[in-house]
């Protein structure tokens, strides 16, 4: 199972960008996907999440100016990032879990990250 992010770049305080993560390989279905980022010096901290039935959850700090949706049929997540400031600056990364196919065992995948830096 891979996973994979993509959309990441620099953007001026107040600007906007879209992270998409892919999940592809053998798996039988994908559970919970979920965004997570970790500034320098920092630990990993959960951004968003949606389930497989769209239920979705936020942190606190992202509420009201991040956006995540999935599609199922793509196997794909997407984080909509709005208004962003400089605090945002962090490497962002994608986590997906899953069901095996067959007898293969369940999955947690991280993905290799992507920079998002926010500056003037």
């Known amino acids: 199972v891979q996973v994979v992010e993509s959309g990441g770049g620099w953007v001026q305080p107040g600007g906007s960008l879209t992270l998409s993560c892919v999940v592809s390989?053998?798996?039988?279905?994908?559970?919970?996907m979920a965004w997570y980022r970790q500034g320098e010096g920092s630990q990993r901290d959960l951004v968003a999440l949606?389930?497989?039935?769209?239920?979705?959850t936020y942190a606190d700090f992202v509420k009201g100016r991040f956006t995540i949706s999935r599609d199922n049929g793509k196997k794909r997540v997407l984080l909509e990032m709005t208004n962003l400031q400089p605090e945002d600056t962090a490497v962002y990364f994608c986590h997906a879990q899953g069901y095996g196919l067959d007898y293969d065992p369940d999955f947690f995948e991280w993905g290799q990250g992507t920079q998002v830096t926010v500056s003037w």
């Open positions: 390989g053998r798996f039988y279905d994908v559970a919970d």
């Open positions: 949606v389930s497989a039935d769209y239920t979705t």
